[in-house]
């Protein structure tokens, strides 16, 4: 690879490191990303970065869309290249930033997977074995009864939870706090844990769930837990915190069909990212429109209105 190449690409990854203080993973991140830019504009025979321009670049995108990179990962390589050339400029080593217009390709949206309402039950209605299973059980009982992300169940604290009318209060994404329906099961798995807990929490500790040692449970540890319930209790697959979020919004929406309800309950800003979450097909959507949408409503007179009018031609 000319050195043209290589030499800029390293001052900014010293850059990146000595100035703007990034960690060496992020450091390792952009080197990967950019050298393999660099390999590409050394292949295209281009000898230096100025030499790049917003069409090579367009084809670059190209390249990795064939590649087989999501789009997300392209967006991820254009951001790198973006900042890269921010870089040059500052040094006057190029004269403009080819990158600046370039989107990434849209990635298609994948349903998540989800557990089967049977095979949770069976799950859920094992019998713990001993005190840090009737934790880990009052967990996953919490998270798939309310829907809680991972790091809304460890944040918990004993004052979040209401048992009497069932609430937990959660702090969710950029800090807004929303009230939950707590499951009868939910409660009763708590009401278990209490007791348990009370032999185990350090003084002081305010946490719902603490780990053996006396302190929260950490994200990681209620990973474990969780996998190795699914393991121990022959799940047919992995089990993980967000498995039993994306269980609880579908089988909440196949139940209710109410998208609204379940955005609400869920925490998402938009309502885009709850139907992420659906299996209702278009039918079912379409049903809905047809009887909630004031221009959309066929009902019985109109119907008969126009049979009538049909079998008077």
Known sequence: MPDDLCGPLTDFIRHLASEKRHSPRTCDSYQRDLLRLARWVAVSGLPAWQRVTNHDLRRYVATLSREGLSGRSIARHLSATRRFYQFLLRE????????????????????????????????????????????????????????????????????????????????????????????????????????????????????????????????????????????TRGADQKLHPHLLRHSFASHMLESSGDLRAVQELLGHADIATTQVYTHLDFQHLARVYDQSHPRARRDKYHGRNKDENSSGQ
Not at 96 to 114: C, E, M
Not at 118 to 124: K, T
Not at 184 to 197: G, N, S, T
């Open 92 to 231: 006057k080593l190029a004269s403009d930033n080819p990158a600046l217009d370039i989107r990434a390709p849209k990635s298609g949206r994948h349903l998540p997977r989800v557990a089967d309402v049977d095979q949770l039950s069976h799950l859920l209605d094992s019998q713990p074995d001993d005190p840090l299973e009737v934790r880990d059980l009052c967990m996953f009982e919490l998270m798939y009864s309310s829907g809680l992300r991972l790091a809304e169940l460890a944040s918990l604290d004993l004052d979040t939870v209401d048992l009497r009318s069932g609430e937990v209060r959660v702090l969710g994404k950029g800090g807004k706090e929303r009230l939950l329906p707590v499951g009868k099961k939910a409660v009763e798995a708590i009401q278990a844990w209490l007791p348990q807990r009370t032999g185990l929490a350090s003084e002081g500790e305010s946490a719902l769930f603490v780990s053996q040692r006396g302190e929260r449970l950490s994200h990681r540890s209620v990973q474990a837990r969780l996998s190795r319930w699914g393991i």
